[in-house]
């Protein structure tokens, strides 16, 4: 499905759908899903994730601070990385609450009113609308990207460091402490710098597929107001047209601007 959406162009006879097919495919790959229509396998996948996750970015790192409360440097880094994944945590729960809610919405802004209509505003609707799915596809690609290089640099930099500095004490994980048990010695050391590779990497991509959607939602809104404001310059024109005939313009304005669901 993912590899399917429109990234570079549209086809000219193919009409807009699935606007936020991008994100609300990563989103449910990782266990959020807006459906509601959900097996029970997959919630138990969903919560065992989840949970994880949670765990991993919070009691982790709480016991990391505890440990390293004496190293102000290394209690200075814990915290920043605890704060910012407290702050995605928050996300992601105000999204599991609300998935249902925001899904019904997702879906309503493809229907009805929100539709492209051409009697309302001819082309103009459909290619203002392909034009945004395109960039919001973009624009969360980009973002994957971007999110993927800073994670993937971290690791790479801690391994080189660890292949290239002869003493143990010296190696440092990717991106926070460890103090589980010894990593100062292999494999233990790759181990970990694998575990912190692989969730962090997976937590990003969570956070910044939510971070899109808010992003497409905002920009499809923009995008709402622009086929309003067109469809309002073009029923001002009809309307002083049909002075003569207000009981028909009435009625052209009214099957314009109907919900067609």
């Given at each position: 499905?993912?590899m ?6 549209y086809?000219n ?13 990563v ?14 396998w997959y ?16 009691v982790?790192?709480?016991y990391e ?16 990385y605890l ?12 999204l599991?609450?609300h ?5 019904k919405?997702?879906d ?5 009113v ?15 609308i392909?034009r945004?799915i395109?960039?919001?596809n973009?624009?969360?690609?980009l ?5 993927g ?27 926070t ?7 100062h010695?292999?494999?233990n050391?790759e ?5 912190q ?7 990003a991509?969570?956070?910044s597929?939510?971070?899109?959607l808010?992003a ?9 107001c622009?086929?309003l404001?067109?469809?309002i ?8 047209g049909?002075?003569s005939?207000k009981k028909d ?13």
């Amino acid at each position: 499905m993912i590899m399917a959406l429109p990234l570079l162009r549209y086809s000219n006879n193919e009409a807009p759908k699935n606007y936020f097919a991008l994100q609300k495919g990563v989103l449910k790959i990782l266990g959020i899903s807006f459906s509601g229509d959900e097996s029970r396998w997959y919630r138990i996948y969903s919560f065992v994730w989840l949970t994880s996750v949670i765990i991993s970015f919070s009691v982790i790192e709480l016991y990391e601070l505890y440990i390293y409360k004496d190293d102000m440097d290394v209690t200075i880094n814990n915290l920043s990385y605890l704060g910012t994944d407290l702050l995605g945590i928050a996300k992601m729960s105000v999204l599991l609450y609300h998935r249902l809610n925001i899904g019904k919405i997702l879906d309503r802004m493809e229907q009805g009113v929100f539709s492209p209509n051409k009697l309302r505003g001819g082309d103009f609707e459909e290619e203002l609308i392909k034009r945004c799915i395109l960039f919001s596809n973009r624009q969360t690609c980009l973002y994957y990207l971007s999110v993927g290089m800073v994670v993937f640099i971290g690791v790479v930099a801690s391994l080189l460091k660890r292949h290239l500095e002869p003493e143990a004490e010296n190696w440092e994980m990717p991106y926070t402490t460890f103090s589980w048990f010894d990593i100062h010695r292999s494999p233990n050391f790759e181990i970990v710098c694998f575990y912190q590779f692989c969730w962090r990497g997976l937590y990003a991509l969570i956070v910044s597929s939510i971070d899109s959607l808010i992003a497409g939602i905002l920009a499809h809104i923009s995008v709402q107001c622009k086929i309003l404001q067109n469809g309002i310059k073009k029923s001002i024109p009809y309307s002083k047209g049909c002075r003569s005939r207000k009981k028909d313009s009435f009625f052209w304005i009214q099957s314009v601007f109907q919900d067609r669901s």
